[in-house]
């Protein structure tokens, strides 16, 4: 068993907050660093897609600066993304910001 460092209160092991307090949990902090980590790689890798989709094609840069838009936005409010967006991504912006949105673990926020 853990125990909540703002109230004292004993708390589950798998537990990311405290019932009582509402403070979060060392595992809280640590999911969310990574997720933060990811959320700035997948932004990358998706302003790169649509550089790389605006040098020949006019046509997919009008599909990739939205979808960007949109999951920076979501990401940033810790929104749900849909599979169907995210194979979307890997289809028709990037490969790479796809593959990470489809391994982030967007249960736990």
């Not at 749900?80 to 995210?86: D, H, R, S, V, Y």
Request: charged share 20%.
């Amino acid at each position: 068993m853990k125990y909540c460092t703002k109230c004292g209160a004993e708390l589950h092991d798998e537990a990311v907050v405290c019932p009582k307090c509402g403070c979060p949990t060392a595992d809280y902090k640590a999911r969310s660093a990574k997720r933060d980590e990811m959320s700035l790689a997948i932004k990358i890798f998706m302003i790169i897609g649509c550089v790389v989709s605006g040098f020949g094609f006019l046509i997919p840069l009008a599909w990739t600066i939205p979808m960007t838009v949109t999951v920076s936005r979501r990401l940033e409010n810790h929104e749900p993304i849909g599979l169907a967006f995210k194979i979307c991504t890997v289809l028709f912006c990037s490969v790479v910001a796809g593959i990470l949105l489809l391994c982030m673990d967007t249960n736990n926020d």
